[in-house]
């Protein structure tokens, strides 16, 4: 079941990553960014942090859901 609900993190990681990295690169390119930002970069970094933080709540999604064998 752990990793079952891992999987499922991952996939809903890659997908909440590629949705944060469009809303962010829309919203990165209307601004005024000082000559040395990317906006793809920044896009990308936000979608970077947005699968982690996906990916780490599935982690302890699936331990606190585990049934425990005693």
Do not use: H, W
Not at 7 to 12: K, Q
Not at 43 to 57: D, E, H, M, S, W
Request: aromatic share 8%; proline share 3%.
């Amino acid at each position: 079941m752990k990793t079952l609900l891992v999987l499922i993190g991952a996939l809903f990681g890659v997908l909440a990553a590629a949705c944060a990295y469009v809303i962010a690169l829309n919203e990165y390119r209307q601004r005024m960014l000082r000559p040395d930002q990317n906006a793809r970069t920044l896009a990308l970094n936000t979608a970077g942090v947005t699968f982690i933080f996906i990916l780490i709540a599935s982690m302890i999604l699936a331990v606190v859901l585990a049934p425990n064998n005693n």
